[in-house]
């Protein structure tokens, strides 16, 4: 049996891979298939990110990026490890700066472009409409 690291990190390499981040459209439903919830009454949904953190070995880090009611930017963030491949862990309101230093500023940025494919350790899959 697959484990949830092992799913997720097939994805992250094959949109680094191919230069494709259409993978990336599966995220929030396999995070909803592990039952957690996404944000539904106060975000829309415009991109997801995988990324892989430089502070850590073994670790993805997917972000969903909301435009909120008030039409700022938000972004809920989950953590899975090859140490503990089946465990989703999840960052709410900034937590996850605090445990990944490189993360700093990204949880309520507003300035951010999605782009499909910005590092090695990034691919990214634009959902909503170009941001104003």
């Known amino acids: 049996?697959?484990?949830?690291?092992e799913q997720v990190k097939s994805i992250h390499?094959?949109?680094?891979?191919?230069?494709?981040a259409n993978e990336l459209r599966r995220i929030p439903s396999l995070l909803n298939?592990?039952?957690i919830k996404c944000r539904e009454d106060d975000g829309e949904l415009l991109?997801?990110?995988?990324?892989?953190?430089?502070?850590?070995?073994?670790?993805i880090t997917i972000?969903?990026?909301?435009r909120k009611e008030?039409?700022?930017?938000?972004?809920?963030v989950f953590e899975l490890s090859a140490r503990d491949p089946d465990v989703v862990a999840p960052y709410y309101k900034g937590s996850?700066?605090?445990?990944?230093?490189?993360?700093?500023?990204?949880?309520?940025?507003?300035?951010?472009?999605?782009?499909?494919?910005?590092?090695?350790?990034t691919c990214c899959l634009y959902f909503g409409e170009r941001i104003a």
Not at 51 to 57: E, F, I, L, N
Not at 63 to 66: A, D, N, Q, V
Request: aromatic share 10%.
């Open 33 to 35: 298939d592990w039952g």
């Open 96 to 121: 996850y700066q605090k445990l990944r230093p490189e993360y700093e500023g990204t949880h309520k940025q507003q300035d951010v472009e999605p782009r499909s494919i910005t590092s090695v350790n």
């Open 1 to 5: 049996m697959t484990t949830k690291y």
């Open 47 to 59: 991109w997801t990110n995988l990324s892989v953190p430089t502070s850590v070995g073994e670790t």
């Open 70 to 76: 008030d039409k700022t930017l938000t972004e809920d």
């Open 13 to 20: 390499q094959l949109a680094v891979k191919t230069h494709d």
């Open 63 to 66: 972000g969903l990026r909301y």
